[in-house]
C-alpha cells in the first residue's frame, strides 16, 4: 500500500511488445536471479503469515485441544458468545480509553521534547542527553516494570521510602496498585520511555527547514516563538500529521507484554485490556481458543478499518495519506 | 589388546558380582525381568510427565541421574523408552493442553484435582480402561491403591477413566505445619489467647513491643483460586452447599464461610497486621515471597510450609534467630475461634486432603503395547525395592539409615546422586503420595526438620492425631466428587479465577465500613460472569445422585460432641492462626 | 511525507542571541528528564551490591550499603540463569543473521524498479502488515509445521519482518545510485555478482540499523516464550526475569498435594542484579551504536 508512490510506472520498461505469457516468459529468462533471490523471503511469508490464515476458522468452530481440528462447528455462536461477554467490554472500552488518552498525552510529548531539543547550542549537552534520552527505548518491558516496582511499590518502593522519610507523606502512595494511580503511572511511564526515541523523527525533519526561512524570519523581527509558531511547525507539520495518522490506526492495538509485566491483581479494572484477554481466554486458564481468535479477528478488522478510514481522512486534509 | 583386557576385566567383574549379588539374597532388584515382565518384541516409547516447578535446586527434571537410572533397569530390559516431559506445576492445564494442541501426547495423564481429570475425559483425551487387564498387569500397584472397589469409586462418565493412586493418611493433612513464634509470648509476658480478640490484642502488643521491627506481623500471601472456607462454614453442613461450593479450582465466593473468612481477614488487614502489599506478594521462580523473608529474618509470627527433614527456611530462621523458639499451631486448619465470635459455627471442622494421591489416566491415542508399557512402569516402580531405591536414593550419599534401620535424607545433598523435588516426589507420585517408612510415629520422625535447635517431633505426632480425632468424628472431609464432568467448571473456572482473585484482593483492602456492600456487589458480579451457571450445575448433578455425599456422621450428628481426645486438645491448645 | 537529511550548517541566528531564562529553563527540564533516566538504575545497582540488611531496612538509595557481590555470585551460580543468559545470545544471534539474510534477500529484487511483477509481490508482502491473523490461529500454525515448544518458535517467525524489508528496500532506492548497477551489468555482471558485490558493501548502515532492531527486540521480547513453549531450557532471559519478578503466579501450595521442602529466600538485592544482568548488555552496546538506531528511524520515516 505504502509502495505505490515510489514505484512510479517502471513495468513497462524492459517489455514493450509480446504477449502477456510471452513477457512472463522473457521476464523469467532475463530476472531468474532476482526471482530465486525471492523464493526463500516469500516462503517465510507465506508460511508464517499466508498459511495461518485459514486458521481463521477457529472462530467459528467450538475448539477442544484434545479433539483438534474434529471439534463442533458453531458459525456465529462463539461472536455471539463475545458480545455477551462482560470481560470483553471491559478489555474494549480499556484498550480504546488507553489509546485515546495516549495519544492525547503521549502523542505530543515527543514534539516538545524535540522542539526543546532544537533550541539547544551547547552541542556536547545536546549529544549527552540525546543519547540518555533515547536509551529507554531499548529497555524491555519486563525491565521497565521491575525498576518501576522496585521504585513505586507503596511500602518498599524507593519513591515512597523517600517521600516518607522526608515527611511529605504519611503512607506510601500505592502508584502501581490502585487502579487510577496505575492509569496514570503507566501512561507516564509510556511517556517516559518513548519520549526520546519519538522525538528524533521530529528533530530530523526540523534538521530539513530550510534555513534562510529562519533567517528570513529573525530579519523581520521575530523573536523566537515567533520562529517556532511560524517556521519551525509548519515545517513538521507533515511529519506530525503522518505519524498521527499511523498511530490512529493502531486504535485498537495493545501490546501485551508492557500491560502483562506491569499488570498486577489491585488494577485488574483497567489493565485488562485486548491482549489479555486474547491470552488469558485463549492459552490461558480459560483455554478457549475459539473465544479468542474471534476477539484476534475482530481487533484485526477493526484496525484494518481504522487504517483505511484514518487514511481517508488525511487525504480530505490534503496530506499524502499511507495508500 | 588393552581393550580385549579390559573387555575381560569387565566381564569377570560383572559375573563375579552377579555371584554375590545372587548369594546375597536380600539385595536390592531393579531388573524388570525379575518381577516376571517380558520385553516388547518392537521397541515402545512412553511419555510420562513430571512436574517441573521452576526451580533451581533440583537437577534438570526430564534428565538427571534418576531417569537414566529408570532407562536403563526398567527400560533396556524391557526395549522400553522411557520420555519424562516437564509440566509446569504452576500452570498443569496450560502444559497439557499445549501437549495435547501440539499432538504431543503424554502417554499417561496425571492430576490430583478431580475437575481437571475429569475435564480431560470430557473432552476425549483419556482412554477407558480395561481394570482387569491392569490389574492383572500391574497386581502390586493394586494391592498398594487398594482393589478393584477402590477404582470402582472413582470411575466417572459411565467408566474407569483414572485409576486413584495411593495417598496414606489421607483424611488428616497432617504434612502441612504451622509454626508461631514462641519466644514472643514468652518475651512479652503472655499467656496463650484463648479467644479471637486476645489472639489480635496479643499480634498487637507484639508490633508495638517491636519485635517486628515495624513491619506487619502476619505474612498474609496473595490469593490464588484454591480458597477454602471448610472452617468458617456453619454447622452442620448443608449438604446442597457444600456440594455447590466445593471445588478446588473455583472460589466460592458467594459462600457464607468466604464472608467470614474475608471479613476477617479485611479486619486484620485495617488493623494493619498484613503487609499493605501483600498481594504483590507471589510466589516467582525460585524466589520465596517477602512474607517467608521477613520470617526467616525474624519479623513475622508464622510460618506455615510442608513437613521435610530438610527445610531450608527453618535452618536460615535459626541461624537468624538462634534464641527463638518456635511452637507448633495445633490442627490450624480446623480450629479457628474467630469463627466462633462470628457465630458461624462452633466446631472445628476442615478440609481433608483427597482419598487418593494421583488419579493417573492414560492417553486415548496410545497403543496396546505403549499402554502395557505405562502399566508395566507403574507396576515396576511400585515393587518395594524399586520404590525404596527411588525414594531414597544411594546409601551413604542421599540417605543414611538411623538405629531403627530407617532411611534419613541427607540434608542439602547435590552430588552425583542429587534428587529431585522432595525426594523425588514427581517420579514416585504415580504410585504413592506419600513417602512413608514403618509407622505414622516413624513417617512424621523421618520428615520432622532435623539439624535445628528444636525439635518437633513429638509436636508432629501430637498433631497428627488431634487431625486424627477430628476426622474420626467426620469433622475432616473432601469435596464432593462428581461422576459428570460440570462443563461450566471448564468453561468458566479460568475467567472465575481471575476474578476472584481481584476481588478478593479489593476485599481485604477495602474499607471496613464498606465491606459489606462491596461483598454484595462482587458476588452479584462473579456469580453473573458464570458462578451462578456452576452452582446450578453442581447442584443439578447433586440432586441427580452422580456426586459422592458427605460422610454420615457428620451430616447426622449436631450439636458437635467433642470426643476426648479433641476436648483435652481444645483446652490445652487454643490459639487461631 | 518525506525527511530529507539537511546538514547542520547555517544556524546563524543563534549567535545574536544571549543565553536567556528560556535557554536554562530547557536545559534544566532536559537534565530532570535525563536523571530519571539515569537515577532509576542507580538505584537498582546500589541495591544490588547491597547487604540483604541494609535493602530491607530501607536504608539503600543511590549508593550501596555493605557493599558486597553476594547477589552477583549467587546469579553467576545459578545454572539455570547463566545457561538462559547462553541461550538467549544464541537465539539472539541466530535470528538476527537469519533476519539479515532473508530480508536482504527480498529488499534487493523488490528495489529493482524494472522487476515486472515486483508490485504485486509488495503487495502480497505488505497485506502482511496490516492483517494479521491472531494469538491463536499462529499458535495452531506452529502446532500444525511442529515447531511449537520448539527453538524453532522463537527464531523464526520473527526473522521477516515486512517493515524491516520496506526500509532497507528504501535504502537500496535511495542511497544507491542505480548507475552502478547498469555499468556492472553491462560489464556482464549477473545480478547474484551486482547485490554481493556492490550493493551489500555500501549497505552496512541499513545492515547495522536493522541487526540492532531484531537483536533488540529479540533479546528483550517474552511474549512468545510465554505463548508457544512450556520447556525451562526455552526461556529467554526476559522471561525468567518475569518469572521471577513480575508474575503473579499463585504459590505452589495447590490442592491435594503434599510438599517437603522450600525454596530459599531472595531478598531484593538477589532481583536487581537479575535485572542488571538482563539489562547490561544493552547498555554496553547501546551508545556505541546509537548513531544506526538514529539512521534507522530517518529510514522508516521515509515512505515506500
Known sequence: ?323 | MKKIVSVILAVMMTLSLASFAGAESASPKYNPLDYGMEPFAAPVTIKIPVFDRARDDVPDVSSNYYTNWVNENFGKNLNVTVEFVPITRTDTMGAYNLLLASGDWPTVFMEYDWPKVSQWAADGALADIDVDAFIATAPTWTEKAGDKAQFDMFQMQGAQKVLPALRPYWDTNYTYITFYRKDWYEQAGIELPTTYEEYLAALQKFMELGFTNGKPILPKKAFNENFQVYAESEWPRNEEEWAMYSDVSVAPLPARGAYYLLKKQNLEYSLGLYSKEFELDSEGDGSATQAITDFINGEAYTYGNYLGADMPDLTAFYQNNPDAKLGVIYNNTVYDPWVDAWGARTVPQGRATNPAGMFVGFSSKASDDELKAAWLYMEWLAQPDVLFYIQNGVEGETYNLNADGLPEVVGGYQGDYWMGYGNNKDYWCIVVEVRTVGTIEQTIASIAPKGLPQDFTQELIDNYYILKAYANDGLLYVDPFFSVNIDSVSEYAGDLKAKFVEYATALVKCDPEEFDALYEQYVQEYKEAGYQAIMDERLEAYKNGLSTVLPDIASGRAPYEPSDITKVVETKYTIGQ | MTVSMGKRAGKPRRRMEQFSAADAAIMIIIVLLCLTCVLPFVHVIAKSLSSSAAVLSKRVFFWPEGFNWDAYTRVLNSSLMVSQLGFTAQITIAQTVLSLVVTALCAYPLSRRYLPGRFVITMIIMVTMYFSAGLIPTYLLYKDIGILNTVWALVLPGAFSAYNMLIMRTYFMTSIPDSLEESAIIDGASHFTVFARIWLPLSKPVFATLALWVAVARWNGYADAMYYTTKRTLQPIQYLLYNMILSARPSESLSGESQIGAALSAPEALQCAVIMFATVPILVIYPFLQKYFVKGVMLGAVKG
Open chain 1, 1 to 323: 500500500m505504502i509502495a505505490q508512490r515510489s514505484l512510479g510506472r517502471p513495468l513497462k520498461r524492459s517489455f514493450g511488445t509480446g504477449s502477456v505469457p510471452g513477457r512472463a516468459i522473457a521476464a523469467a529468462a532475463k530476472y531468474w536471479q532476482l526471482y530465486a533471490m525471492l523464493v526463500l523471503p516469500l516462503a517465510f511469508v507465506i508460511l508464517f503469515n499466508y498459511c495461518v490464515y485459514p486458521n481463521l476458522r477457529i472462530a467459528f468452530m467450538n475448539y477442544r485441544p484434545a479433539k483438534g481440528w474434529a471439534s463442533d462447528w458453531v458459525g456465529m455462536g462463539t461472536f455471539a458468545k463475545v458480545f455477551k461477554d462482560k470481560d470483553f467490554f471491559r478489555a474494549f472500552r480499556n484498550t480504546l480509553v488507553f489509546n485515546i488518552a495516549d495519544i492525547i498525552l503521549q502523542f505530543p510529548a515527543p514534539i516538545i521534547l524535540a522542539l526543546m531539543i532544537n533550541e539547544l547550542r551547547a552541542k556536547a549537552f545536546k549529544r549527552v542527553s540525546q543519547t540518555i534520552l533515547y536509551l529507554p527505548h531499548f529497555l524491555s518491558s519486563v525491565i521497565v516494570a521491575s525498576v518501576a516496582y522496585t521504585l513505586f511499590r507503596p511500602e518498599t518502593g524507593l519513591v515512597n521510602v523517600a517521600l516518607t522519610n522526608a515527611g511529605f507523606i504519611a503512607k506510601g502512595i500505592p502508584f502501581l496498585t490502585e487502579k487510577w494511580h496505575w492509569v496514570i503511572t503507566y501512561l507516564t511511564i509510556n511517556i517516559w520511555q518513548q519520549i526520546g526515541w519519538g522525538s528524533i523523527i521530529y528533530l530530523a525533519a526540523m534538521m530539513g527547514i530550510d534555513p534562510t526561512l529562519y533567517e528570513a524570519a529573525t530579519v523581520d523581527g521575530a523573536g523566537r516563538f515567533k520562529r517556532l509558531r511560524h517556521v519551525t511547525l509548519p515545517g513538521i507539520r507533515p511529519t506530525i500529521v503522518m505519524l498521527l495518522i499511523m498511530r490512529m490506526g493502531q486504535l485498537l492495538g495493545s501490546g501485551f507484554e508492557r500491560l502483562n509485566a506491569f499488570g498486577n491483581v489491585n488494577v485488574r479494572e483497567f489493565q485488562y485490556q485486548l491482549s489479555i484477554y486474547v491470552y488469558e481466554k485463549g492459552l490461558g486458564p480459560a483455554g478457549d481458543f475459539s473465544r479468542s481468535a474471534a476477539v484476534g479477528l475482530f481487533q484485526t478488522l477493526v484496525g484494518l478499518v481504522m487504517v483505511l478510514l484514518s487514511d481517508r481522512a488525511a487525504k480530505l486534509l490534503g496530506e499524502d495519506g499511507l495508500v
